[in-house]
């Protein structure tokens, strides 16, 4: 086969490609049209711009292959090429870095509002400002080492005129990227290490000042406890966990004959909140974004996190122009296949309206808990009659 019928046939098998290509891909574009309404709109646009960004990939292919073959066709005819790819890379590597740049830009308006919602915890101030100057510094180091980055190569391209400098060492330069970076570094770890200090580690004055509140993860639900009138909650012991009583509570404990029970967390505004968490398999995460809480249930070992909410959920939702605003607690590590749907409503309210809705909420030493432990210990009582004789 001459070269010339070889050049042919590429070009025809790069031509079938690309149909192959977009008949492969019109039945998926197809199907994602009729797809069932359970695809949510999100799924079709991921789908979307994943092909959009196949057949881009295909293009830049097709380009590619395009020069190459001009390349190779005045070879052939003992042409010199006329392309300077020195220059050309130079050139898109300058359209890179502005599309870039644009693009983070672009991010930074558009997805940035998206993730920075207004703090709803005295504390999370603390947090987002902490974010904020994290934020700052980065961005500014991202984008001048991407110029210097970009920048070189579009100002110093390969050159059969030019030499390449052979600059191997400056301790002077050395010195400052090393410095400089350190103290930065150390600034936003300090930084960090105090704020954390500072939300976590309450006085135990203060802590005994908070309304005391119970969650316990499992798969795939919270289960809350509020402590009633000694605001204590009563102690755990697994070994004491039965169907009645599921999250083995030790009702020798007196503090755990008034604990309530409740289907979602209610706590008072401007009064500060102490949640002391557990897990009764796997390991979850206690995470309420709006209050900048977010802390592991690790089974066996109680974690807490102590806060003060700052606006009930009305105030919230005519802040947010949002009427049917809520605040969430959501479990933040991936702890099965239920994981998704792990949250709780929260809802703040005036000090009185929790006072109301706490009177109304059941206690959990009720009356099937009472009849079962009975049961147990007549079962128990039986037992040692029997072991007796
Ligand atoms: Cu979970």
């Given at each position: 086969?001459?070269?010339r ?16 290509a ?14 069932p ?17 196949i ?9 590619g ?44 308006s ?37 110029i ?17 400098y ?29 704020t ?5 580690e309450?006085p135990?004055d ?18 809350i406890?509020?402590?009633g ?45 102490r ?11 206690f ?6 809480v ?11 996190f ?29 702890c099965?296949?239920?994981?998704w ?6 809802r703040?309210?005036s000090?009185?309206e ?7 909420q ?5 009356d099937?808990?009472?009849m ?18």
């Amino acid at each position: 086969m001459g070269l010339r019928n070889f050049l042919k046939l590429r070009a025809n098998l790069l031509t079938g490609l690309i149909v192959l290509a977009l008949c492969a891909t019109s039945p998926v574009l197809a199907q994602s049209e009729l797809a069932p309404a359970v695809y949510s709109a999100a799924y079709k646009t991921a789908a979307y711009y994943s092909l959009l960004f196949i057949l881009f990939c295909v293009f830049i292919v097709v380009i590619g292959k395009v020069f190459k073959l001009h390349d190779l066709n005045s070879e052939l005819q003992g042409k010199k090429s006329k392309a300077n790819w020195n220059k050309i890379n130079g050139a898109l590597f300058g359209v890179f870095l502005i599309a870039g740049l644009f693009g983070t830009y672009w991010s930074y308006s558009v997805h940035g509002v998206m993730s920075h919602s207004v703090s709803a915890s005295v504390h999370g101030d603390d947090i987002d400002s902490m974010f904020n100057v994290t934020l700052i510094i980065t961005t500014i180091v991202f984008v001048l080492t991407h110029i210097a980055l970009f920048g070189f190569a579009i100002k110093y391209p390969n050159s059969k005129k030019k030499k390449a400098y052979f600059y191997p060492h400056n301790n002077t330069l050395e010195r400052w990227w090393t410095i400089v970076p350190a103290i930065v570094l150390t600034y936003l770890v300090v930084l960090g290490f105090f704020t954390w200090k500072g939300i976590t580690e309450v006085p135990e004055d203060e802590q005994k000042k908070a309304l005391s509140i119970e969650v316990t993860g499992q798969q795939y639900n919270w289960t809350i406890r509020y402590s009633g009138a000694d605001n204590k909650v009563g102690a755990r012991n697994y070994k004491k966990t039965t169907a009645a009583n599921g999250l083995g509570i030790d009702f020798s404990d007196n503090a755990s004959w008034d604990d309530k029970m409740a289907d979602e967390i209610v706590i008072p505004v401007n009064q500060p909140v102490r949640f002391t968490i557990n897990a009764k398999d796997v390991l979850h995460s206690f995470y309420m974004p709006a209050f900048r809480v977010q802390v592991n249930a690790v089974p066996g070992m109680p974690t807490h996190f102590q806060f003060t909410p700052k606006y009930t959920t009305e105030e919230m939702r005519t802040m947010e122009n949002d009427p049917k605003y809520n605040y969430l607690l959501l479990c933040a590590k991936i702890c099965g296949s239920g994981h998704w749907n792990m949250q709780k409503n929260v809802r703040v309210v005036s000090a009185a309206e929790y006072q109301d809705w706490l009177a109304q909420q059941q206690l959990y030493y009720n009356d099937d808990v009472k009849m079962e432990l009975q049961m147990a210990q007549k079962s128990v009582v039986g037992d040692n009659k029997l072991a007796l004789k």
